[in-house]
């Protein structure tokens, strides 16, 4: 007999967001970042920000990664992937290489830089 079960889109995202597996694969993406953005020059004013949340991240990139988690599992990258939830658990079909793009994207926001409006 066939089921049909409804489960929202914020309840998936907040599963994914929890995933010990997703967390592992945002925190190494986060860290690749940092990684990157410390060594970078000539980026202009919003490099000590940047420099900054770099610091953050490779002091405690677990933490850092738990604040970003719920965001990235509804990101860009991930909503257009895939979330699937079946009986082994919530996962995305978003690659690391998706990963790492999104956080690129978004690594100023975090940092808490002003993008205007």
């Keep these: 007999m066939p089921y049909t079960v409804s489960i929202s889109d914020g309840v998936v995202s907040s599963q994914l967001a929890k995933s010990s597996q997703f967390q592992a694969r945002l925190e190494t993406q986060m860290v690749k970042k940092a990684h990157e953005v410390v060594v970078e020059t000539g980026v202009g004013s919003n490099h000590a920000a940047r420099f900054g949340y770099a610091k953050t991240v490779l002091a405690a990139s677990a933490a850092e990664t738990a604040k970003v988690s719920l965001y990235m599992a509804q990101s860009t990258n991930v909503v257009t992937a895939g979330i699937t939830l079946d009986d ?29 409006n």
């Design 88 to 116: 082994s658990g919530v996962r995305t079909a978003a690659t690391d290489a998706d990963l790492f793009s999104q956080i690129n994207t978004d690594w100023n926001k975090f940092a808490g830089i002003d993008l205007g």
